[in-house]
């Protein structure tokens, strides 16, 4: 009788638990190439500056806006002129149900920017081929270990405020 009760239970959690991406876009786009043409003429020795920021907010009910910033500056190696400066904001909307706390952080920061990258990578890499520049892979990013290095910095901030 227990067992069938904890079933039960277990099969209540499960119906509850809700995970869906609803859409996928790009929020924010901009590439630069401010010293065109002349950066053309003289051989390509990039030095990449990359910037990625995750970020999140409830739009409704169960409904999360995901949003991943990825600044990338790529300068001459030996000038430091500005080849170019491309800047993406890939989003996602994800209906999230039957998550709360820790678990719905852990989700929204971690595992809802992985699914984005991908789209951010192709984004970058289809508007710097269009500057006429060679193509920015860029490597695939450990967004647990960010998850945790935030957490951690917010856990030491907390303990010297304290």
């Known amino acids: 009788m227990a067992e069938d009760n904890n079933q039960a239970a277990q099969g209540q959690n499960q119906q509850q638990l809700q995970f869906s991406l609803q859409r996928i876009y790009v929020k924010d786009i901009s590439f630069e190439s401010p010293n065109s043409p002349a950066v053309f003429q003289q051989p390509f020795k990039p ?13 409704g009910e169960d409904l999360y806006e995901v949003v991943i910033k990825v600044t990338a500056q790529v300068s001459h190696a030996e000038s430091g ?3 170019f400066l491309v800047e993406v904001e890939q989003a996602g909307l994800f209906r999230i149900a039957g998550l709360q706390g820790e678990q719905l952080d852990h989700t929204l920061g971690a595992f809802c920017p992985n699914v984005l990258f991908p789209y951010a990578r192709e984004c970058i890499d289809n508007l710097v081929n269009r500057g006429s520049f060679p193509p920015l892979m860029l490597a695939p990013v450990n967004f647990e270990a960010m998850y945790a290095q935030k957490k951690q910095r917010q856990a030491e901030g907390s303990d010297t405020a304290q």
Do not use: A, H, I
């Not at 030095?47 to 739009?59: F, H, R």
């Open 47 to 59: 030095k990449v500056g990359l910037d990625l920021n995750t970020s999140s907010e409830q739009v």
């Open 81 to 83: 002129t500005t080849s």
